[in-house]
């Protein structure tokens, strides 16, 4: 089978006083973005099924596609990011611009300060596990972060998970699995549907 994992496209920044979970939309560069990905994908072959985290930037990206191909979209709370519950989302380039040092520490350590990915980690490897046993011969698009395209790959290439490189928005990651259980990684970032839309904010 063969499983797309798709990064969300941009969202906008939000930051929440009362300290509820952020949860931003697309900015209008991001719905840009999930508009040229619709209008590209479905040329790639037939896609069987469409999986979103419940996460608002990811469902937003994922809704074009969907519409494109009469498919509905499957929520899988496995796929959510580390940060789901964080009260403030801050683009990593807006990050960078803003606050050099904040941006410089989270790029040195790889996450937030101060925080276990563990569960998050195990949750990503059983809930798309799960999508790849139920979907033998298929091949599913999986609307997701940046973290939980890094876990996978982590998982397939057999190390330790770090998030080890950057997703660009709404870029195509493809992996594969075969019916003996062997996993392989087809490319990753794929941004060929952004030519003439800038991927960064």
């Not at 998050?120 to 599913?140: E, T």
């Not at 998982?155 to 259980?181: C, I, K, Q």
Request: aromatic share 10%; net charge negative.
């Amino acid at each position: 089978m063969e499983l797309l994992l798709i990064r969300h496209g941009l969202p906008l920044r939000r930051e929440n006083t009362d300290g509820s979970p952020a949860d931003p939309p697309l900015s209008g560069q991001g719905h840009d973005q999930a508009a040229a990905l619709a209008g590209w994908l479905p040329g790639g072959g037939q896609i069987d099924r469409v999986y979103s985290s419940p996460m608002r930037r990811a469902q937003e990206t994922a809704q074009p596609v969907a519409d494109q191909l009469g498919l509905e979209i499957e929520i899988e709370p496995r796929v959510s990011e580390y940060d789901r519950e964080s009260s403030a989302y801050v683009p990593i380039e807006e990050l960078k611009r803003t606050d050099y040092e904040a941006w410089r520490e989270f790029m040195k350590q790889g996450y937030p300060p101060g925080m276990d990915l563990t569960e998050f980690y195990q949750a990503v490897v059983a809930g798309l596990g799960d999508i790849v046993a139920d979907n033998k011969g298929r091949r599913v698009a999986v609307f997701c972060h940046g973290g939980v395209i890094n876990a996978w790959a982590s998982t397939v290439m057999e190390f330790d998970f770090r998030l080890f490189f950057n997703p660009m928005y709404t870029s195509v990651n493809r992996f594969y699995a075969s019916t003996e259980g062997i996993q392989s990684i087809g490319s990753l970032n794929e941004t060929a549907h952004l030519r003439g839309i800038d991927p960064r904010p």
